[in-house]
Structures are given as structure tokens and as C-alpha cells.
């Protein structure tokens, strides 16, 4: 399945950067943020089918109605803690044990990576376990989630929100640099089940590319980046993910 020189250049001690989107946690049962189909499991049926999540994850949709996006968010918070990594999630903590170089670039969310066991990984989006304040950014572990409102801020009283990152909003910019810098200087790139239209993280595929990069894509289905990559895996990334690493390292 995998071809000989994609095998032998993974082999050898090549710069590796894999950036992940939520495809990587479809399998987990969450659900992806463009796909049509709810993931079997992730209970989608219900009051939350009715929205897009691209609606929801702004920050014009939380001024308009926050109590709504804090609701989604809080639902999306307790659909992660009730879900667990999935062979994806442990195939790329191998490539971190076995390859030298190998710096794991996330879109999601989730934590799944770091519960897997991943260590080095830039989470481009922010981590939606964390919670802050919206005007003065600080963090809280504990509110009260028993309000008709959403829960505020015990320094300023501004409103409680997820630390992550909506459209219109700056990523971390030490996260972002260090993925550009990765991108930039790496040998072979991966794009794992993410759709590759929401920008910077999009970019990196090609930054990677116009760098001499080899691209390899991972993904259910093809995407803008599929005509640029050398090789194109298509299916699901909890079953090609562990096919390689048995493939290369095994
Ligand atoms: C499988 C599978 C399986 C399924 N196996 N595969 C340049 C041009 C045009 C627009 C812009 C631009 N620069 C910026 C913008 C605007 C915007 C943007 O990109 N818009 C486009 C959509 C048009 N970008 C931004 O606003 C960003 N901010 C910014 O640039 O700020 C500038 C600024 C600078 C300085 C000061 C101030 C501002 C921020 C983007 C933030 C994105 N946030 C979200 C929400 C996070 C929180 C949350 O989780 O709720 O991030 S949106 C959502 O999209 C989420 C995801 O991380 C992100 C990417 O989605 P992803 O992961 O690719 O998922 P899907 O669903 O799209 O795709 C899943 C894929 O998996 C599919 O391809 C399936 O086929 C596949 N799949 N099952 C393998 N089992
Ligand atoms: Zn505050």
C-alpha cells in the first residue's frame, strides 16, 4: 500500500511535521466541523444537529447569543471527557518515539493528542478544557454553571468563555511561529484529516511545499492540498496512520 521510496525516504532521519485536523477525532466519535454526517456515537441527533458548528465558533455569534455558544461549548467539553484517542492518535505518538525529528501541529481542540501520549505539540487553535475570561483573559478552573447567564469573570465580572481560537481571531503566536518554523524546515509534511480551508494552519502544507517538502495527505477525502501532495492516502487516518507506522518502523 505504502510505496518503497516513501517508506525508505521515512526511514531514514527525514524533518517530520504532521498537522492534524478533526478528521483525526472522528473516530474518536466527535464530529468534524464541515462534514455533512455525524460521527456514529457522538449523540449529534439531538439539540445540537440544528446548528453549523462554523456558526457557532465566532465571536459574532457570542456577542449575539452567549449563552448559546457557551452551552455548545459546555456540551462539547463534557463529549470530550467521555471519549478516548483512537488508533490515529496512537499511531502518531509512535512517529514521535520512533523518528527523530517530529513536531505534531493540532487544529483540534480536544486533547486527544497529549492523552494519547503525544509530547511535543502545538495546539494552533487553543485547548477548549480551559476556560477565560473574555475581557481580561483570565483563566478559571471553577464557575458557576447553574446560571440562567453565562458564568463571569471573579476579577473583572466580564463573561466566561472557551480558550480557543474563532474566526477573526489571532492564533497564539508563539504556537503559530514555532508551526511556521517547523513547516518551513521540514523534510516530509503531513496533512491528516483536516479539510484544509481555514487559514494560517492551512498554509502550512504549502509553505512545507514551496520548501522542498515532500507533502503526504491523509484524509476520508480530497481536499484543495490533494493536487500539491507527492502522496495522497485516502480513508480513514485510525486505520492508514497505524498501516505506516507497522509499514516504516514496524
Ligand atoms: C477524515 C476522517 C477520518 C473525516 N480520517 N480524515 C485568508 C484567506 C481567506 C480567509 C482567511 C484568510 N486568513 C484568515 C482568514 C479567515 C479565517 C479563515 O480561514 N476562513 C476560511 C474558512 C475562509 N481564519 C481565521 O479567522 C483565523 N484567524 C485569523 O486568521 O486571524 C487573523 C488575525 C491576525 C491578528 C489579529 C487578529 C486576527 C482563525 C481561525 C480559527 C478557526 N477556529 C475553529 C474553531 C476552534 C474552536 C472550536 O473547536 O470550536 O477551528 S473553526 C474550525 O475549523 C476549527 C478547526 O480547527 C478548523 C479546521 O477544521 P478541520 O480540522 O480541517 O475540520 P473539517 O471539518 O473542516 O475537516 C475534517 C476533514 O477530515 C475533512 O477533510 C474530512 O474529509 C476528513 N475526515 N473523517 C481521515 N476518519
Ligand atoms: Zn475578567
Same mark, same amino acid.
Given at each position: 500500500?505504502?510505496?518503497?521510496?516513501?517508506?525508505?525516504?521515512?526511514?531514514?532521519?527525514?524533518?517530520?511535521?504532521?498537522?492534524?485536523?478533526?478528521?483525526?477525532?472522528?473516530?474518536?466519535?466527535?464530529?468534524?466541523?464541515?462534514?455533512?454526517?455525524?460521527?456514529?456515537?457522538?449523540?449529534?441527533?439531538?439539540?445540537?444537529?440544528?446548528?453549523?458548528?462554523?456558526?457557532?465558533?465566532?465571536?459574532?455569534?457570542?456577542?449575539?447569543?452567549?449563552?448559546?455558544?457557551?452551552?455548545?461549548?459546555?456540551?462539547?467539553?463534557?463529549?470530550?471527557?467521555?471519549?478516548? +484517542?483512537?488508533?490515529?492518535?496512537? @499511531?502518531? &505518538? !509512535?512517529?514521535?518515539?520512533?523518528?527523530?525529528? =517530529?513536531?505534531? #501541529?493540532?487544529?483540534?481542540?480536544?486533547?486527544?493528542?497529549?492523552?494519547?501520549?503525544?509530547?511535543?505539540?502545538?495546539?494552533?487553535?487553543?485547548?477548549?478544557?480551559?476556560?477565560?475570561?473574555?475581557?481580561?483573559?483570565?483563566?478559571?478552573?471553577?464557575?458557576?454553571?447553574?446560571?440562567?447567564?453565562?458564568?463571569?469573570?471573579?476579577?473583572?465580572?466580564?463573561?466566561?468563555?472557551?480558550?480557543?481560537?474563532?474566526?477573526?481571531?489571532?492564533? +497564539?503566536?508563539?504556537?503559530?511561529? @514555532?508551526? &511556521? !518554523?517547523?513547516?518551513?524546515?521540514?523534510?516530509? =509534511?503531513?496533512? #491528516?484529516?483536516?479539510?484544509?480551508?481555514?487559514?494560517?494552519?492551512?498554509?502550512?502544507?504549502?509553505?512545507?511545499?514551496?520548501?522542498?517538502?515532500?507533502?503526504?495527505?491523509?484524509?476520508?477525502?480530497?481536499?484543495?492540498?490533494?493536487?500539491?501532495?507527492?502522496?495522497?492516502?485516502?480513508?480513514?487516518?485510525?486505520?492508514?496512520?497505524?498501516?505506516?507506522?507497522?509499514?516504516?518502523?514496524?
Amino acid at each position: 500500500m505504502f510505496p518503497s521510496d516513501l517508506v525508505s525516504l521515512l526511514r531514514g532521519t527525514p524533518k517530520l511535521v504532521a498537522l492534524t485536523g478533526a478528521g483525526v477525532s472522528q473516530e474518536s466519535g466527535l464530529r468534524t466541523f464541515r462534514d455533512s454526517h455525524p460521527s456514529p456515537g457522538s449523540g449529534q441527533a439531538g439539540l445540537w444537529a440544528q446548528y453549523k458548528p462554523t456558526e457557532l465558533a465566532s465571536p459574532e455569534a457570542f456577542a449575539r447569543d452567549p449563552k448559546l455558544v457557551w452551552d455548545w461549548y459546555a456540551w462539547r467539553r463534557e463529549a470530550v471527557k467521555g471519549v478516548r +484517542p483512537n488508533p490515529g492518535h496512537y @499511531a502518531l &505518538v !509512535e512517529i514521535e518515539k520512533r523518528a527523530p525529528q =517530529f513536531i505534531l #501541529i493540532t487544529q483540534n481542540v480536544d486533547n486527544l493528542h497529549r492523552f494519547a501520549g503525544s509530547q511535543n505539540v502545538l495546539e494552533l487553535h487553543g485547548n477548549i478544557q480551559r476556560v477565560r475570561c473574555a475581557d481580561c483573559y483570565t483563566f478559571t478552573e471553577t464557575w458557576d454553571d447553574d446560571t440562567e447567564t453565562v458564568p463571569r469573570c471573579k476579577e473583572c465580572g466580564g463573561l466566561l468563555r472557551p480558550d480557543v481560537v474563532w474566526f477573526g481571531e489571532a492564533l +497564539p503566536r508563539a504556537q503559530l511561529e @514555532a508551526a &511556521v !518554523e517547523a513547516s518551513r524546515s521540514c523534510d516530509v =509534511f503531513f496533512s #491528516i484529516g483536516t479539510s484544509g480551508v481555514v487559514q494560517p494552519a492551512a498554509s502550512l502544507a504549502f509553505a512545507a511545499h514551496n520548501r522542498g517538502a515532500v507533502v503526504v495527505e491523509i484524509n476520508a477525502e480530497p481536499t484543495p492540498l490533494t493536487p500539491k501532495a507527492e502522496y495522497v492516502f485516502e480513508g480513514k487516518s485510525g486505520e492508514i496512520l497505524p498501516q505506516l507506522v507497522r509499514a516504516v518502523w514496524g
